[in-house]
C-alpha cells in the first residue's frame, strides 16, 4: 500500500433515526464508510471515524407513543441496536454521538443556532407548509408526487405556524460555486449535476424551528422556550459536536471532514442546506459527500408489510460477518440501487469466497507448510510487479469508492495465483530450489491478497496473516482451519 500523503482523515456517516431498528440498508452504509477509514489506516492516515444515531423529532415521539413508551426509552432502545451493529459487522468507529446527548450534542447545537442569528440568518415567520413526517421536514410541490412525497408515498399535512427561518437563500450562490468547482467535491457525477440542477432554481429559506407545543422531543431554541429546533440545526451539528464544537478547541484538528457518506436521500440536506449553515457560521465545507443508493431485496422495496427487512443481526449470525460485508462490497453497486438475494449471496459465497480466496490461500499453505522458512526477498520481479500493478489499480477504485470494482480487481489477482499454480504444478516439481521459487511467489500473492482485503474482510485478513508467521524476510507457514467452509444445500 503506498504510504505517501499522510495526514488526518476524518470521516462520517449519516446518523439513523431511531423510530425502528437497523435493516440492512443501514448496515451497508456503516459498512463501506468502515472500509474507507480501514483503508486510510493501512495508507498511514490519522483517522477519526464517526458514526451515531437521530433521536429527536416528532416521528420517534409518535412511534413511542403508539407503543407506550417514552421517546426516550425508544431511543435508548434502538440506540442499543444500531450500535450493535459495530459487533455484528465488525465496524471500525473511534465514536459514537447521539444527539439525545445533552452533554455532548446540545452544546454544538445551541452554539451553530448563535452564529447562525449573529450572521442575521435566522429570523421569525407565519409559515404555511407542508410537513412530511417521513422525511422529517417540510417539503416543497417539488418533493411531490400525485399530492404524496415521492420518497415516502404519503400525503404530507398542511402546516400553519409561526417558525424560525434560515436564509438559506442567501447562499445559493455560493453553494452552486462550491459544488460546480468541486471545492465541495459530490461522488457519483449524477448526484453532482442532479444537486446543480436542484439550486439552479435558487434555494428557499428553511424553517428550522416548530413550536414546542407541537414538537417537545427536540433541542429548545435558545432564548425561546416555545420553539424546539428541528432536523437541521439537530442532526447535522452531529459532524461538529462529537468533536467538541461548543465544548472544546479539539475539533478544529479534524475539521473540515475529509468525507461525509450517506444515502441519496439525504442529498439535498447535506449539499444544500448543511453548506449553508456552515457558510453562515464562518466554517469551512466539508471536502468530499459520497452519496450511494439503496438496497432492495429480492429485487422490492424493504417494507414491514412485505416482510422482507432483511436484519443484518440475522444475517451475520447465519453466514458470518466477513460472508455478509463480502457480499455488500461485491454485489452492490456503490453509485447505484443495489438488490440483497439469498440467491446470489449463496452464490458468491461458494464461488468468490469457498471456491475462490479459501480454496487458493489452502492450497498454497499445505504446498509451502513444510517448507521451513520462505525468504521473500526472492520473489521473482514478475510477481512483485503484478501485484504492485494490482495495489495501483485497488487504491484508485477506493479514492472513487467503487468498493464492488475494487473487490474484483483483488480477486482477479487470487485468479492469477490460481492460474500460476496450475500451470508451474509446483507439486510435480523435483528440482527444491526450482519449487521453493515458485512456492516463494504464492506465499507473497497470498500476503499480499492478505493485506488488499483487510478494508473489506477484515477477521479473514488477521486470519491469513496470522497463518504467515513472519520474521524479517522470512516466513514460516502455520496452517489453521478452513477460511469459509462451502454452504451445502
Ligand atoms: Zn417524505
Redesign the pocket.
Known amino acids: 500500500m503506498n504510504k505517501e500523503n499522510q495526514g488526518k482523515f476524518y470521516i462520517t456517516t449519516a446518523i439513523d433515526y431511531v423510530n425502528g431498528p437497523p435493516h440492512i440498508g443501514h448496515a451497508i452504509q456503516k459498512v463501506w464508510a468502515d472500509a474507507v477509514a480501514r483503508y486510510h489506516r493501512l495508507k498511514g492516515d490519522e483517522v477519526w471515524f464517526l458514526t451515531g444515531t437521530d433521536e429527536h423529532g416528532v416521528n420517534v415521539a409518535r412511534t413511542a407513543e403508539m407503543l407506550g413508551k417514552t421517546p426516550q426509552e425508544l431511543a435508548d432502545e434502538n440506540a442499543v441496536k444500531f450500535r450493535g451493529m459495530r459487533n455484528a459487522l465488525n465496524l471500525s468507529w473511534d465514536d459514537f454521538i447521539r444527539t439525545t446527548d445533552c452533554e455532548r450534542h446540545w452544546p454544538g447545537a445551541v452554539l451553530m443556532w448563535q452564529k447562525l442569528v449573529e450572521a442575521g440568518d435566522i429570523y421569525k415567520k407565519k409559515y404555511r407548509g407542508l410537513y ?1 413526517a ?2 422529517e421536514a417540510f ?1 416543497t410541490q417539488k ?1 411531490l408526487a400525485d399530492g404524496k ?1 415521492f ?2 408515498g ?1 400525503e404530507p399535512e398542511a402546516i400553519d405556524e409561526e417558525n424560525y427561518f434560515f436564509r438559506l437563500s442567501k447562499y445559493s450562490q455560493k453553494i452552486k460555486l462550491a459544488i460546480k468547482s468541486d471545492a465541495l467535491k459530490i461522488v457519483p457525477v449524477s448526484r453532482k449535476n442532479e444537486i446543480l440542477n436542484f439550486i439552479d432554481e435558487g434555494l428557499e429559506d428553511v424553517s428550522f424551528s416548530r413550536p414546542t407545543k407541537d414538537l417537545s422531543w427536540g433541542i429548545p431554541v435558545p432564548g425561546d422556550s416555545e420553539h424546539t429546533m428541528y432536523v437541521w440545526c439537530d442532526a447535522l451539528i452531529n459532524y461538529l459536536s462529537a468533536i467538541g464544537y461548543g465544548l472544546n478547541e479539539e475539533w478544529q484538528k479534524w475539521w473540515p471532514a475529509d468525507l461525509h457518506v450517506l444515502g441519496k436521500d439525504n442529498l439535498r440536506f447535506h449539499a444544500a442546506i448543511w453548506p449553508g449553515m456552515l457558510f453562515a457560521a464562518g466554517l469551512e465545507l466539508p471536502k468530499v459527500l459520497f452519496v450511494h443508493g439503496f438496497v432492495t431485496a429480492e429485487g422490492q422495496k424493504m417494507s414491514k408489510t412485505i416482510g422482507n427487512v432483511i436484519d443484518p443481526f440475522e444475517i451475520t449470525r447465519k453466514y458470518g460477518t466477513d460472508a455478509v460485508r463480502y457480499y455488500l462490497f461485491r454485489e452492490i453497486p456503490s453509485y447505484d440501487d443495489g438488490d440483497f438475494s439469498i440467491k446470489k449471496f449463496e452464490e458468491r459465497y461458494n464461488g468468490d469466497l469457498a471456491n475462490g480466496l479459501g480454496n487458493f490461500v489452502s492450497r498454497v499453505f499445505s504446498l509451502a507448510e513444510k517448507i521451513y522458512s520462505i525468504d521473500i526477498s526472492k520473489t521473482e520481479k514478475e510477481i512483485l510487479e503484478k501485484i504492485k500493478e494490482i495495489e495501483i489499480q485497488v487504491s484508485a477504485k477506493f479514492e472513487e469508492y467503487k468498493f464492488h470494482e475494487a473487490a474484483g480487481i483483488i480477486w482477479e489477482l487470487i485468479s492469477y495465483g490460481d492460474r500460476y499454480v496450475n500451470e508451474k504444478k509446483p507439486w510435480a516439481i523435483i528440482d527444491e530450489k526450482e519449487k521453493t521459487k515458485i512456492l516463494t511467489n504464492l506465499v507473497v500473492i497470498v500476503e499480499s491478497v492478505a493485506e488488499l482485503i483487510w478494508p473489506f474482510i477484515p477477521e479473514t485478513s488477521e486470519k491469513i496473516q496470522k497463518s504467515l508467521s513472519k520474521n524479517a524476510n522470512f516466513i514460516k507457514i502455520k496452517k489453521r482451519g478452513i477460511l469459509f467452509p462451502r454452504l451445502n444445500k
Request: glycine share 12%.
Open positions: 412530511c417521513g422525511h417539503i418533493d412525497c420518497l415516502h404519503k
